[in-house]
């Protein structure tokens, strides 16, 4: 049985449709949501000031799209009735933060979307769904 939901999010049409998906899955199922975005700017590039000078605007820009996408998700739960909670990621590494932290709250299952990259473009650029499917300690289900 599903206790704990995490779904991802970064803000996308396609993440928009895994939140969706997500807080009807979580009443269906009576379990707990977790929604997760993962901001690439990591503490330990914050912390290479000698090496980086980092515009503070930079930052402030980050954590503002963050905000923006996890309360987005949270105008969804409070549409469909569902109560949930919110964290923001740093990681250079957007799958391996995900399933780290999905392992760290106990969640059981993932929930994430995915545009369908196929071929070359997924080769090119990586799919971060197909990383969460492969390495994820539960399962996981890809909205597209």
Known sequence: MTEKILCATDGSHTSQKAVEF??????????????????????????????????SRLVDAAEELAARQLKAADEVTK??????SYALLRSHNTAAAIIAYAEEQGCDHIVTGS???????RLLLGSVAWEVVTKAHCPVTIVR
């Open 115 to 121: 545009i369908g990259r196929t071929g070359v473009n």
């Open 22 to 55: 997500a807080c009807r899955l979580a009443r269906q199922l009576g379990g707990s949501l977790l929604f997760v975005t993962v901001d690439r700017l990591s503490p330990e590039d914050l912390a290479k000031d000698m090496y980086t000078s980092w515009d």
């Open 79 to 84: 549409k469909e009735g569902v109560e949930a």
